[in-house]
């Protein structure tokens, strides 16, 4: 089962641009994850937003978070080439398990 | 520094055999996972353990087993009834607690040929 999906599946930008991602999920959730992965490497945990929240920043990352219509976005300011991978939310069950999304993939072009 | 070690990288092996993916973390957490990635998609969950002599299976079980007699360890068998084991596998662990933050690994390629 995939709780969260993003939009849009992949995006192309320039250097200094804003990049935004959006994610949808299906039921509730105690907290929402963005997560980055280089090709061919691990993810790494970038925010997390718990479901009482509506917005969070750390450095040039913005998450908002709209439990209403069960969404959320990440903001990437002044994008750098080095901001270039795959970008994936994910959310809980409830319980236990992680679930994550098929991901964005950002290209900054230089 | 602390982490999860997966290994190895790149591991090539024949159809019908079993091959075990090694995972290790030194940040005593309690919870472990395993997620498979196939190219281009997002990560499936495997199993997960949440504390030592017990797990769960995950969304995509069938195929798999695994252990969890330590808690620095949580070794994946990939067994040959799991009809596409060629993917990329993620191990990860986090602290106990719903929603926590997952620490990953920097994955196993497998491919059966």
Redesign the interface.
Known sequence: SQQGEEDPQALSIQEGENATMNCSYKTSINNLQWYRQNSGRGLVHLILIRSNEREKHSGRLRVTLDTSKKSSSLLITASRAADTASYFCATDDGGFKTIFGAGTRLFVKA | DGG?T?SPKYLFRKEGQNVTLSCEQNLNHD?M?W?RQDP????R?IY?S?IVNDF?K??IAEGYSVSREKKESFPLTVTSAQKNPTA?Y?C?S?RQG??S???????T?LTVT
């Open positions: 999860i997966q919870a996972y997620y281009g998609q997002g990560l969950l997960y949440q769960q995950g969304d990329f993620l990860a986090s719903k929603g933050p997952l620490h990953f690994g920097n994955g390629r």
